[in-house]
């Protein structure tokens, strides 16, 4: 087994046809980069800033947030390292939020709906502008892609490009040297508001990761922490493919990179649909890897297509997943 995946991790994510595709690692610790390494991860496609730093200590300032980052950065040896600023609010960071101010579950708060992600940060503009300048100190360590969560309209992302700009300038005038273009700026498609205006947004983004695990909960007004195979919480309900395959038809429209990011990637024959519908990257928790790969390096564009136009007329949870399911018998 160990030696199959060794072998499986020098050879390319090819499809029979020659199509390349891209296969990337979701990160939350440091400790996840040799597992990603083994399975051969093409970088980072979502590293997730709020798992970084212990939620009891103080917060830590600009050089302290740049040592983590910059770690990472160099362990990554040239492979691309895409750090999604923080995302505290829904079940994550909520010891921050209520240092901040805002209401706890308990007090009759919900914190996935409200202040979360990037709606939180443009809020306390100085976190980010601290955020934004330890990730631009970063990018002089290796590549570095920059990924706003939880966007829901283009004023949004408008507003955080300003920041982001704006702590380009204050390191400059500082004498830090920075890339002489900035890292890319693109953002999490998790929202219904975000996929059905895709087409818009498009427009502010230099790239699009969907992340079906929210975009899932707020489609289908179902809790993501109701497990992955629970039938009320699907990923694989017409709804949410349909979100997805606006968001990758704008993301081609547009000629902007798109990539899924949620949990949706590290299923097999759901990413032989995706493949189907125009995706050709994906970042997984790094385990998922070698299996995914496995498949793909079988697969053929036009088998993948044949899946697409069979989900496509699956007209309720059961029958699609049944198809995604019977792909390949
Ligand atoms: C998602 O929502 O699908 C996603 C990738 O982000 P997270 O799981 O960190 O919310
Ligand atoms: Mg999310």
Redesign the pocket.
Same mark, same amino acid.
């Given at each position: 087994e160990r030696k199959g995946i060794s072998r499986l991790r020098r050879l390319p994510a090819r499809l029979t046809g020659g199509e390349d595709i891209e296969l990337l690692a979701n990160v939350e610790l440091p400790a996840e980069l040799p597992l990603l390494r083994r399975n051969g991860a093409q970088g980072i496609g &979502?590293l997730?800033s709020e798992f970084l730093f212990d939620e009891d200590r103080e917060w830590p300032d600009e050089m302290a947030q740049y040592a983590v980052y910059a770690g990472i950065v160099r362990g990554m040896d040239g492979l691309p390292t895409t750090i999604r600023v923080l @995302?505290w609010g =829904?079940e994550k960071g909520l010891e921050r939020l209520r240092m901040l101010g805002y209401a706890a579950a308990e007090d009759g708060g919900n914190p996935a709906l409200g202040m979360r992600g990037l709606r939180l940060l443009l809020h306390h503009p100085e976190i980010l502008l601290t955020q934004f300048s330890a990730i631009l100190r970063a990018s002089m360590d290796g590549p570095v892609r920059v990924l706003l969560p939880m966007v829901t309209a283009t004023n949004e992302i408008v507003t955080a490009r300003e920041l982001f700009e704006k702590a380009a300038r204050r390191l400059r005038r500082k004498g830090v040297k920075l890339p002489s273009r900035l890292p890319p700026l693109g953002i999490?498609v998790?929202t219904p508001a975000a996929a059905m205006t895709a087409d818009a947004l498009v427009q502010h983004a230099d790239f699009l990761a969907i =992340?079906?695990? @929210? &975009?899932t909960m707020y489609t289908l007004a179902v809790d993501r922490a109701m497990t992955m195979d629970s039938d009320l919480y699907s990923p694989l309900h017409p709804a949410v493919l349909r979100l997805i395959a606006t968001t990758v038809n704008a993301a081609l429209r547009g000629h902007r990179p798109v990539c899924v990011?949620?949990e949706l990637a590290a299923d097999p024959h759901a990413v032989a649909l995706l493949i189907g519908m125009g995706l050709r990257s994906f970042s997984m928790t790094a385990s998922a890897l070698p299996p995914v790969k496995k498949l793909i390096r079988a697969l053929s564009l036009e088998e993948c297509d044949t899946l697409r136009r069979q989900a496509m007329l699956a007209d309720d949870p059961p029958n699609l997943r049944a198809v995604v399911r019977n792909f390949r018998g």
């Open positions: &979502l997730r @995302d =829904g999490m998790e =992340g079906t695990n @929210d &975009l990011c949620g």
